[in-house]
């Protein structure tokens, strides 16, 4: 599959403060991609990069194997949908998604024509002569994202398009864009701080901290295979512990030994240890090295929480059977269970975050 949009190098700074720091990303034709990161991370930045509404200080912006640096929104192939919808209040929703083929003068049938297939891509056929004040906040969503594909871009952006709606709407809003998505097979490029968001919709994650991009991948690599602390910290819930690598496939936590499936680190190496709250079994203290006590045990729906405070570090634990608040249990995992990475300095894995920029 092609690449349709390349970002080579890009730099930008505001006020002096470096805000993406040569930032290199392929994006390939027809993918869902996600830009994943806390707030102040610089994925904001980057889709503005992409659709034309900030310049780079450095670097180059490919698209379609052309060089756009300097390319005004208008004139790339490129529509972007934002959180706030920015929908028209005194045009219906009919017009509201026609604006951008009447301006570019469409011919009234072509118009006609476009307009019904997004309202059946969209779901919203018979809201045609609604105002938009009368729909509700997923329905104005809608609105706005059939106006953005109406002009048959190649690339979709979208700017956390679902952070004004509620739990229950988002979940299915997420399914919704994915099959927009996969339906017209275009590029879709999203823009969030919600793991589970960019888990779900994405063919490729990159994740950002920042200005700096710390892994791509699928959302099973980035899930299951974090490259380094931060990711693991942001992506779900971790068990972030330091230990020292013995050798190859060997590793120190706590002052216990234990075998793992990782190797090239070097001898007596300190390492950042990660191990998934899902991955400990609970059992009895005589059956496993590390032992503690419950501090706390919280009811989650599908599974119970609980805090096990073990050698000075509170381990998370997710399990379907609770342990007793106060008892002494151990904790079981094996060596596919632990996952082991270099340690980053305390400036890279948590940025700074800036007040105006993401």
């Known amino acids: 599959m092609n690449s349709i949009i390349t970002l080579k190098d890009i730099v930008v700074e505001f006020d002096g403060e470096r805000i993406l720091d040569k930032i290199n990303l392929d994006?390939?034709?027809?993918?869902?991609?996600?830009?994943?990161?806390?707030?102040?991370?610089?994925?904001?930045?980057?889709?503005?990069?992409?659709?034309?509404f900030i310049n780079p200080d450095s670097g180059t912006v490919y698209f379609d194997g052309k060089e756009i640096n300097g390319l005004p929104p208008h004139k790339r192939n490129v529509n972007t949908v934002f959180q706030r919808y920015a929908l028209f209040p005194h045009l219906n929703v009919y017009e509201n998604i026609a604006f951008g083929l009447r301006v570019k003068k469409v011919p009234e049938k072509e118009i006609n024509k476009r307009v019904a297939e997004m309202l059946k891509l969209v779901n919203l056929v018979g809201f045609e002569k609604r105002t938009v004040q009368r729909l509700s906040g997923g329905q104005q969503q809608r609105v706005a994202i059939a106006r953005a594909l109406v002009n048959h871009p190649k690339v979709l952006l979208l700017d956390e398009p679902l952070g004004a709606l509620d739990l229950k709407l988002r979940k299915e809003m997420q399914i919704e864009l994915k099959r927009i998505q996969q339906q017209l097979e275009i590029t879709f490029i999203y823009v969030t701080h919600d793991q589970e968001e960019a888990l779900t919709m994405s063919d490729t994650v990159v994740v950002m901290n920042?200005?700096?991009?710390?892994?791509?991948?699928?959302?099973?690599?980035?899930?299951?295979?974090?490259?380094?602390?931060?990711?693991?910290?942001?992506?779900?819930?971790?068990?972030?512990?330091?230990?020292?690598?013995?050798?190859?496939?060997?590793?120190e936590i706590s002052g216990r030994t234990f075998e793992c499936v990782d190797g090239g680190f070097g001898d007596n190496t300190p390492v950042d240890v990660v191990i998934r709250p899902e991955d400990i079994t609970i059992v009895a203290p005589d059956e496993s090295q590390l032992c503690g006590v419950v501090e706390s045990v919280i009811f989650k729906g599908v599974h119970y929480e609980m805090l096990i405070d073990a050698y000075d570090y509170r381990w998370i634990v997710h399990s379907?059977?609770?342990?007793?608040?106060?008892?002494?249990?151990?904790?079981?995992f094996g060596p596919d269970d632990i996952h082991i990475m270099h340690k980053l300095k305390e400036t890279e894995q948590f940025g700074e975050e800036t007040p105006d920029e993401e």
Do not use: H, W
């Open 320 to 332: 379907t059977k609770a342990a007793e608040k106060g008892a002494s249990v151990g904790l079981k």
């Open 27 to 52: 994006i390939k034709d027809k993918e869902f991609v996600t830009l994943l990161g806390p707030s102040g991370c610089g994925k904001t930045t980057t889709l503005r990069i992409i659709g034309g």
């Open 210 to 251: 920042g200005g700096v991009i710390q892994q791509i991948g699928s959302p099973v690599d980035i899930y299951n295979e974090p490259e380094n602390a931060f990711v693991a910290d942001f992506i779900g819930e971790s068990n972030i512990l330091n230990g020292l690598m013995l050798k190859d496939k060997l590793v």
